[in-house]
């Protein structure tokens, strides 16, 4: 049988990893949603944007 206070203690350390995980995925979000953005719409991504961080465009059919 495995001490408690050892497998208390190792969850709390992977708690804490979790934890740090998330936040670095809020911190990525923002940047993914823009990118999202721009390629849902169609639209040229600014200057700003990485070309090589985005996936090819398919061409779009305008409806008028």
Do not use: C, F, Y
Not at 39 to 46: D, K, S, V
């Amino acid at each position: 049988m495995k001490d408690l206070s050892q497998v208390l203690s190792q969850k709390e350390v992977d708690i804490e990893r979790v934890r740090k995980e998330i936040k670095a995925l809020h911190s990525v979000i923002p940047l993914l949603a823009e990118n999202a953005d721009w390629i849902e719409n169609g639209l040229t991504p600014p200057l700003s944007v990485s070309q090589s961080r985005l996936p090819p465009r398919s061409p779009q059919k305008v409806s008028l």
